[in-house]
C-alpha cells in the first residue's frame, strides 16, 4: 500500500509540475539558466557573472539544460525530476526509519510543501538542488550502521552531503547535521575504540571537503581562483552582516504575516506542522535514540540553514520541508500505534488535504502569468519574456547586451552575453565598503563592451536599495549620461500591475516612445530599451509572437 502512495503522491506530483512548466522564470532561475548557458559556450562562472554563489547550481542547471533543453521549459523540466527524486528519497529514509506507512505520509508530505506557492515550489531555485544530494547523503549515512562497507559508504555520505554545499552554502548545515549524525552514531552502535572512530570521522570529513577541494582546482585552473574566493569566502562577510537582528525579527514575522495580500508561507500547513510537532514529541517521549537523534538534528539544522542571512525568503523554507515531513510522518506512526492505522490514514489524509484545498486555485487552475504574479507581484518576470524576443530578433549572435537591473533571464531568454559580470544591482545598493567600486566597475565593462541594446529597469525590487542608507547614485548618473550621449530610446513596456493582468508595450524606431507618468503616490512599473545611435533600427517593430518554448 506505501509504494501505491508513492507512486499516487509521484504522479500528482508530475501533473501539477506540468501546468507550471511555463510559469515566467524569476531572477535566481534566471541567473543559474544564464550562468549555465553562458559555461556551455565555454565562459566559466566568475567571467560571466560576479556574486556570492558557489557555482555548483549552475553545474546542475549545465546538465539539466543538456539533458531538457536552454528554455523555460527545460530547466522547469529539470525542476520535475529533481523533486521527484527526491521525494522517493525522503521516503526512503523516514522507512528506514520508521515503517512504510508513516514513509508514506512524509513523501506526501514533502510533496506538498515543496510544491506550495508560498515558498515558491514551482521555481527551479537552488534549494531544490541542495537537497537531493544532501538527503542522498543521510540516506547513505543511515545505510552505514553495520554494514562491512562502513567507510566506503561514509566516505559516499560525505561526497554527497558536500555536493549539497557546492550548490548554496546552506548546504554547509546538512553537512553538520551528517556530522553529528556520524558522532553519534557510536552511542547507538556496539562501542568501538578511538582509532576506528576517529577512521569513521575522516572518512566522512575526506568524503565533505572533496567536493570544494575540486571546484578549487577547477578554477585554479582556469586562473579565476581568486575571483572565486574573493566573491563567495571574502565579501559574502558583507552580505550576511547586512541585516540586523531587528531586521531579522522583522523578516522572520513577515514571512508568517506578510503585508499585502499575501498569505504567510505556512498557512496552508498548519495541522501538518502540528502532525510533525506531535512526531517530535512522541520520538522524545518514547526515548527512540536514533529515529529521534535523526529527525531532532535534521529539523534544528534545517531551521539554522533557513535562518543564514536572516532574510527569510519563502524558498529558503524548503530547507526545513524534509525534516517536517519526516516529522509529520512520525506523528502518523505514532497515532497508528495508539487508535489503529485507519485512525492516522484518516488524520494523514485530513492533514494533506487541507493544504491541497487552501492551494487549489494554484495547483489546478492558474495559469503561469497568474502564478508569476500571485508570488512576485509587479516584477517584470511575465514582460522579460517579451523584450528578449525583441532583442534576439534585433541582434545577432555575437552581440551584448546590458540589463541596468537585476533581471538576468533576459539574457537567457535572449541568449546574449551580458556587457558586465554585475547582473545583478542588489550588490550595489547595500551597505558595504565596496558599493562605488562596484559601480564604477560595470559602468567601466558596458563601456568598453559597447552593447547593441541598453534595458533600464525602473523597478525598485530590481535594485533593492537598503533602507538604512542613502544609496550611492554614481550609477544612476552614470547611465543617464551615458543613454543620453550613445543611445536611443526604442521601446517601453509599463506594468501596469494590480490595475491590469497585462503589460502594455511600445516599440518606436524614433524614440517616441515615452515612460508612463506618475500617478499619485504610486510609482510607475517601466522598463525601456536603449539602442546604440550607430547601429540604430531602421524598423524597429517587434516581431511577431512565436510559438517557440523558452
Not at 582509532?195 to 582556469?222: I, N, Q, S, T
Request: some cysteine.
Amino acid at each position: 500500500m506505501a509504494w501505491l502512495v508513492l507512486i499516487l503522491t509521484a504522479a500528482f506530483v508530475v501533473a501539477c509540475r506540468i501546468r507550471l512548466l511555463d510559469v515566467p522564470l524569476e531572477r535566481d532561475e534566471g541567473e543559474y539558466a544564464y550562468v549555465a548557458q553562458q559555461w556551455l559556450q565555454g565562459v566559466p562562472p566568475f567571467v560571466s557573472i560576479y556574486h556570492v554563489k558557489l557555482p555548483g547550481i549552475h553545474a546542475a542547471y549545465a546538465l539539466v539544460e543538456l539533458v531538457f533543453g536552454q528554455t523555460l521549459r527545460g530547466v522547469h523540466l529539470g525542476l520535475l525530476f529533481v523533486n521527484v527524486a527526491t521525494l522517493a528519497v525522503v521516503f526512503a529514509i523516514a522507512r528506514r526509519l520508521f515503517d512504510a506507512f508513516a514513509a508514506a505520509v512524509a513523501a506526501a508530505a514533502f510533496a506538498i510543501l515543496s510544491l506550495s506557492l508560498e515558498l515558491n515550489g514551482f521555481s527551479a531555485n537552488a534549494e531544490h538542488f541542495v537537497l537531493l544530494p544532501a538527503l542522498l547523503g543521510l540516506l547513505v549515512l543511515l545505510a552505514a550502521r553495520g554494514s562491512p562497507r562502513r567507510r566506503v559508504l561514509l566516505l559516499a555520505a560525505g561526497l554527497l552531503l558536500g555536493l549539497g554545499y557546492t550548490i548554496k552554502q546552506q548546504g554547509l548545515f546538512f553537512v553538520l547535521a551528517g556530522a553529528g549524525v556520524v558522532a553519534y552514531a557510536p552511542r547507538a552502535e556496539r562501542p568501538r575504540r578511538g582509532r576506528a572512530l576517529a577512521g569513521d570521522a575522516g572518512a566522512f570529513a575526506l568524503g565533505a571537503v572533496l567536493p570544494l577541494a575540486v571546484l578549487c582546482a577547477l578554477f585554479l585552473g582556469l586562473g579565476l581562483f581568486e575571483r572565486f574566493w574573493w566573491w563567495t569566502w571574502v565579501y559574502p562577510r558583507h552580505y550576511v552582516t547586512q541585516v540586523s537582528l531587528a531586521d531579522a525579527w522583522n523578516n522572520f514575522v513577515l514571512s508568517f504575516h506578510p503585508a499585502g495580500e499575501r498569505t504567510g508561507v505556512f498557512d496552508p500547513f498548519w495541522p501538518l506542522l502540528a502532525l510533525a510537532a506531535l512526531g517530535l514529541v512522541s520520538r522524545v517521549a518514547a526515548q527512540r535514540g536514533r529515529e529521534g537523534f535523526f529527525a531532532g538534528t535534521l529539523l534544528v539544522f534545517s531551521l539554522a540553514a533557513v535562518s543564514a542571512g536572516f532574510h527569510f525568503f519563502p524558498h529558503y523554507w524548503l530547507l526545513a520541508a524534509p525534516a517536517l515531513a519526516l516529522l509529520a510522518g512520525a506523528g502518523a506512526h505514532a497515532i497508528g500505534s495508539r487508535l489503529g492505522r485507519a485512525a492516522a490514514s484518516a488524520v494523514a489524509v485530513a492533514v494533506l488535504g487541507f493544504a491541497v484545498w487552501v492551494e487549489r486555485a494554484y495547483l489546478f487552475t492558474m495559469d503561469p502569468v497568474a502564478v508569476s504574479r500571485a508570488a512576485f507581484g509587479g516584477n517584470p518576470f511575465p514582460e522579460s519574456l517579451e523584450i528578449a524576443r525583441y532583442l534576439e530578433a534585433h541582434t545577432a549572435p555575437e552581440d551584448r547586451i546590458a540589463v541596468l537591473g537585476s533581471e538576468p533571464q533576459i539574457y537567457f531568454y535572449a541568449r546574449r552575453r551580458a556587457a558586465t559580470g554585475y547582473v545583478y544591482t542588489y550588490e550595489m545598493m547595500r551597505e558595504h565598503p565596496h558599493v562605488r567600486e562596484f559601480q564604477e566597475e560595470m559602468a567601466r565593462e558596458i563601456e568598453a563592451a559597447r552593447p547593441k541594446f541598453v534595458v533600464l529597469v525602473n523597478i525598485v525590487a530590481s535594485w533593492q536599495p537598503s533602507r538604512l542608507l542613502e544609496p550611492d547614485l554614481f550609477v544612476f548618473e552614470w547611465a543617464q549620461r551615458y543613454l543620453r550621449e550613445h543611445y536611443l530610446r526604442t521601446g517601453v513596456v509599463e506594468i501596469r500591475w494590480p490595475r491590469a493582468k497585462s503589460a502594455a508595450f511600445c516599440w518606436d524606431d524614433a524614440g517616441a516612445c515615452r515612460p508612463p507618468p506618475q500617478r499619485g503616490r504610486q510609482r510607475p512599473l517601466w522598463i525601456s530599451i536603449h539602442e546604440r545611435r550607430d547601429t540604430a533600427l531602421s524598423n524597429a517593430t517587434p516581431p511577431p509572437r512565436s510559438g517557440r518554448s523558452r
